[in-house]
């Protein structure tokens, strides 16, 4: 390396100047008036800093990358972001958990509330008519004794106590329709049938059908009621006692072009169930037991799903298949948007900044969709180091703000396209 010396002599310098676009964004959206009616907390006189404000600063700092309140310095520090966003003053990382422990149950219901809000918005500009909603949910490990946090199932660190989040997705768009907030100890299923009439409730307008995908945790009667009343698809993978000597009963026969596969349909009533449903199944020879035996004893891997749509078992398969993208959507929330990981003490403001997290991942993938005919592809940390992550200095000419970026930005037309998107777009 050739010689040089390092001065911290310059300002109004930024590392975080793709975070105007999400600024701008939820400007568009008039996102920080829906969170004032919405929630109805209300602070001292003298306080400084109100509760949408701090939402608001908290997810901005979720989408530059804060994986804890004490991160928020950094945004703290960013002057030019600051000036932007009209933050004359930024709290102390204790004053964000002081607001945010400021919350209960009520309004965490308000916070979800607000995003509906917020959601409905942007599907009056660009919607889907037949939606496929991923359930699914999460353990996120915890490393202290948080309230609410318990052992429960954990597959990677047995024994640690954890939160069990439920999540709905929207396989369409990616966003995250619905989430809970649970206890560690919770399981998966816990209260299923009452989380997907909160999902319907926030379904936007514009939905006629909807196919709902999970896995054997939702296999219950109760959860399959409620969407046959609604007169909408599913498909979920089955597990009950019995059902392999179940599925070894029944009539197989080979799946066309696929060899050492086969399958099979049949209705079955489980119990407590109000009427028979059917079943669609299929296996994979895995190996030929022959030792000490006269004929071979052949063993499947077999796969079995309830469904109410009309494919044979193989496309059934196929389509149950593609859920598996839902796992990567909760992977982008938790490990790259902070949910679950900037905590408090508090159960309920441990609610809420989970909620805010969640908030600031459906704010990025709403902005890429309304403004890009694919969608959001990438993932979050991608589009960070693409477009959040850029350098910037803040200059004033002829009394305007002028942002200025690097000459040779490898990410300029994207960046270009995105923000002529943004100025486009507005909402009567």
């Not at 002028?402 to 923000?419: A, Q, S, T």
Request: charged fraction near 25%.
């Amino acid at each position: 390396m050739k010689p040089f010396q390092v001065e911290f002599s310059d300002n109004q310098l930024t590392g975080n100047a793709g975070l105007v676009h999400l600024g701008r964004f939820a400007q568009k959206l008039g996102l920080r008036n829906i969170l004032d009616r919405h929630i109805s907390i209300s602070r001292g006189g003298n306080a400084k800093y109100e509760v949408a404000e701090g939402i608001i600063m908290l997810m901005l700092g979720a989408v530059s990358g804060v994986k804890h309140l004490s991160q928020t310095l950094y945004l703290k520090t960013d002057k030019v972001i600051r000036k932007l966003c009209d933050w004359h003053d930024f709290p102390h990382h204790s004053t964000l958990g002081r607001i945010f422990k400021l919350f209960g149950h009520r309004h965490c219901n308000e916070l979800s509330e607000a995003e509906d809000e917020a959601r409905r918005k942007v599907w009056s500009k660009k919607w889907v008519g037949r939606v496929t909603l991923d359930l699914d949910s999460s353990v996120r490990g915890v490393y202290g004794s948080q309230e609410g946090a318990a052992k429960g199932y954990n597959p990677h660190k047995k024994g640690q106590k954890s939160y069990h989040p439920l999540f709905c997705f929207i396989a369409e768009n990616r966003e995250c329709l619905h989430h809970w907030f649970r206890c560690g100890d919770a399981y998966t299923g816990n209260g299923a049938d009452e989380f997907i009439k909160e999902c319907y409730s926030r379904i936007p307008k514009r939905v006629w059908k909807i196919l709902w995908r999970s896995d054997s945790g939702f296999f219950c009667g109760r959860n399959l009621d409620v969407i046959e009343e609604h007169q909408d698809d599913y498909l979920i993978k089955a597990s009950f006692k019995g059902l392999t000597r179940l599925l070894m009963a029944q009539s197989w026969r080979p799946v066309r072009r696929q060899p050492g596969w086969e399958c099979t349909e049949f209705t079955y009533a489980c119990h407590g169930w109000k009427r028979a449903r059917r079943f669609v199944a299929v296996r994979r020879l895995v190996q030929e037991d022959t030792e000490g035996r006269l004929f071979p004893h052949p063993q499947y891997e077999f796969f079995c799903y309830v469904t109410s749509l009309d494919l044979n078992p193989w496309k059934v398969h196929k389509c149950y298949g593609k859920r598996a993208t839902s796992e990567n959507w909760i992977e982008w929330c938790k490990n790259q948007m902070a949910a679950g990981s900037i905590l408090t003490q508090d159960f309920w403001a441990n609610s809420a900044l989970f909620q805010t997290s969640i908030l600031a991942y459906n704010l990025l993938v709403w902005m890429v969709w309304l403004t890009t005919r694919e969608g959001l592809r990438q993932e979050p940390n991608t589009i960070r180091a693409w477009l959040i992550k850029a350098p910037g200095r803040l200059i004033t000419r002829s009394r305007r703000w002028i942002l200025k970026l690097p000459r040779d930005y490898f990410f300029k037309e994207p960046w270009e396209h995105l923000e002529r998107s943004l100025m486009a777009l507005c909402w009567v």
